[in-house]
């Protein structure tokens, strides 16, 4: 079989995104190939940039760009509500349905036993920090509705209780075992509009 040891190397590496498999990845070689030298250069120039320029906000954990975090550096948003996400594209779909003036706090992941992951291997330890200094009246659990993300809103009203603030969560509506970002606008929407009031009482 004659290989090319460059396009090889290639398929390898677009083989380590999301969802594409062999026949992609084979596909996306050739097609790259085709392309021209100037596109080809914005697409490696693009790539490292974003490796280069994005960092995570050491408050919330959003990512950001160069040292200014689009949320915490925004004076106008309403400092005494705060959402709770799994991932900054949560954030993203919550700023698209234009409902939601507030901070975020974006713990980029979700708790799960059975891959070992821990309140200390996402952001939580970051989230009571903040509820501690700042002064928030609501924190919203909108971690996804599915096992990992529901495991993560029980787990973290449990932590909240001793503070003073009301803990709500996303009514449902968004569709069991989703992804949050998935959601249409409407959707989300009413899940905002109608979420409900966890814990204490
Ligand atoms: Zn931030």
Redesign the pocket.
């Known amino acids: 079989m004659i290989e090319l040891e460059t396009i090889t190397k290639l398929i390898e590496s677009l083989r380590k995104l999301p969802g594409v498999g062999i026949k992609t990845a084979e596909r996306m070689a050739y097609q790259i190939l085709e392309m021209k030298e100037e596109h080809i250069n914005d697409f490696v120039l693009a790539m490292n940039n974003v490796k280069s320029r994005i960092k995570k906000?050491p408050?919330?954990?959003?990512y950001?760009e160069d040292d200014l975090?689009p949320?915490?550096n925004d004076m106008e948003r309403d400092s005494s509500s705060l959402v709770v996400v799994s991932y900054f594209k949560d954030a993203l779909a919550f700023e698209k349905i234009k409902k939601y003036y507030g901070l975020y706090h974006v713990l980029n992941g979700s708790l799960s036993p059975s891959k070992g992951i821990g309140i200390a291997d996402i952001n939580i330890p970051s989230l009571l920090k903040r509820i501690e200094e700042g002064h928030f009246k609501e924190i919203i659990l909108a971690t996804d509705p599915n096992v990992e993300g529901e495991t993560t809103a029980l787990y973290l009203n449990k932590l909240l209780e001793k503070y003073n603030v009301t803990v709500t969560r996303l009514a449902y509506g968004l569709p069991m075992g989703a992804q949050l970002d998935y959601a249409d606008e409407l959707t989300l929407i009413r899940a905002l509009e109608g979420r409900n009031k966890v814990g204490k009482d």
């Open positions: 906000c408050i919330c954990g959003s950001m975090c949320f915490c």
